[in-house]
């Protein structure tokens, strides 16, 4: 049996749009955050297959809101690492900073 490049896309598209459902359900249910990586990359990841079998299948309106979807989902993904880095910083100067780690003598 051999596998046409037409079943192919099509099951990449369904790979893509399934992620996307699954996105959209972990953060209905409360079990995914929107700013969580697990939802931004299972989102991008949707978005990707999806610009890709529309682009493929010349639908360039569903492949320019993918697109958007991920540069979206992209500076949210710079915009959460950074404030997580800068929580981490701060975690940090606060435990270098904490009472037992004072030096009192100085």
Known sequence: MTISLLTVITALGWAGAI???VAYGMVSKGRWTANSFAFQITNMAGAVVMTVVAGVNGVWPSAAAN???IVIGAQTLMTV???R???RREAEAVRVESPEQ???AA
Do not use: I, M, P, T
């Open 81 to 83: 690492s950074k404030a």
């Open 85 to 87: 880095a800068a929580a």
């Open 102 to 104: 004072v030096d009192l």
């Open 19 to 21: 992620a996307g459902l």
């Open 67 to 69: 697109v958007a979807w």
